[in-house]
């Protein structure tokens, strides 16, 4: 098995040796063996594919996903992978078919029941896709499933349906802070704002270490007019957060928009020297002349 193992490295390692050297028909060669030495790693079967893609063979690659689930029907890249091929030639049927197929294998995989939902609404089935996230909810719930479930809603326009499925999925999935951030910005959009910042605060509860919710309340509480709320907010997101350079990003910024020095930017330079995110924001703050000079100190980290 280890000689097994070992072969199977050094065939990949040369396929992607002669595939960089633009030598397709040798590299085709040695997929194509590894494949049938190996059916039961799917990971073979996707470098075949994304080889075959990568060279515009289209008849190829799906020929090569169709071989490679029926080797491995419980690899949702791969289906995932056919279905997308498929529907870039425009054939919803025949794309509606794979992913039937791949629910077959993967009933409670929430990234195909995902993808069929998408293709619905790419196909402007907006009916069919409520009724396959209905079935999603029943068959494979998660948060992932109950947000974009909301969202459908969402770009239906239809809030009330919205609010009870974030209601519903939070009920359930309250550690899916996607659900949180979610729930807040319908209330926002409903000029619900007490309701929005209870959302945003029960979130930060739930999920002590998700910055995007701290960032939302506070630029909830500065939208409010309250520069001072909002700063406090974003400080106790820092103590639990140290390190999170979008919390410290949200900070320097607030501190700019309220001319209050650049304090808070060597501040969070200091705990995140190696942020590019930071770094940026610094030498944006230089003037012209200094930004050259400004843009080398990192390298010297």
Same mark, same amino acid.
């Given at each position: 098995?280890?000689?097994?193992? *070992? ?20 590299? *085709? ?22 080889? &075959? ?47 039937? &197929? ?7 995989? *929430? ?8 293709? %619905? ?28 479930? !909301? ?8 809030? *009330?349906?919205? !609010? ?31 309701? !929005? ?23 909830? %509480? ?68 200094? &930004? ?10």
């Amino acid at each position: 098995d280890t000689d097994k193992v *070992d072969w199977k490295n050094v065939w990949k390692a040369d396929a992607e040796t002669a595939d960089a050297q633009h030598r397709p028909i040798t590299a *085709d060669a040695i997929y194509s063996n590894l494949v049938e030495t190996f059916p039961a790693d799917s990971s073979l079967w996707l470098s075949y594919a994304v080889f &075959q893609k990568r060279l515009g063979r289209t008849a190829e690659v799906n020929s090569v996903l169709k071989r490679a689930v029926g080797y491995c029907p419980l690899a949702e890249e791969l289906w995932l992978m056919a279905a997308k091929e498929v529907w870039g030639t425009g054939d919803v049927d025949k794309c509606r078919e794979i992913l039937a &197929q791949a629910f077959q294998s993967n009933p409670n995989s *929430d990234a195909i029941w995902i993808a069929a939902v998408q293709l %619905e609404v790419r196909s402007g089935q907006l009916d069919r896709a409520r009724i396959l996230m209905t079935r999603a909810r029943k068959q494979a719930a998660s948060g992932r499933i109950f947000m974009k479930s !909301a969202l459908l809603e969402r770009q239906a326009g239809a809030p *009330d349906a919205e !609010a009870a499925l974030l209601k519903e999925g939070l009920q359930s999935f309250p550690e899916y802070w996607k659900l949180w951030l979610m729930q807040a910005q319908l209330y926002e959009r409903q000029s619900k704002i007490d309701d !929005a910042r209870k959302s945003y605060s029960d979130g930060a509860r739930q999920c002590p270490n998700v910055a995007a919710l701290c960032i939302g309340l506070a630029t909830l %509480e500065e939208r409010q007019g309250s520069p001072a709320k909002a700063r406090a907010v974003l400080e106790r997101g820092r103590q639990r957060m140290p390190k999170d350079e979008d919390l410290w990003l949200a900070s320097v910024r607030l501190e700019k928009r309220n001319e209050a020095g650049p304090s808070m930017l060597a501040r969070a330079l200091k705990e995140c020297p190696s942020s590019g995110l930071l770094w940026a924001e610094a030498i944006e703050t230089e003037s012209r002349p200094r &930004q050259k000079a400004r843009s080398l100190t990192p390298l010297n980290i």
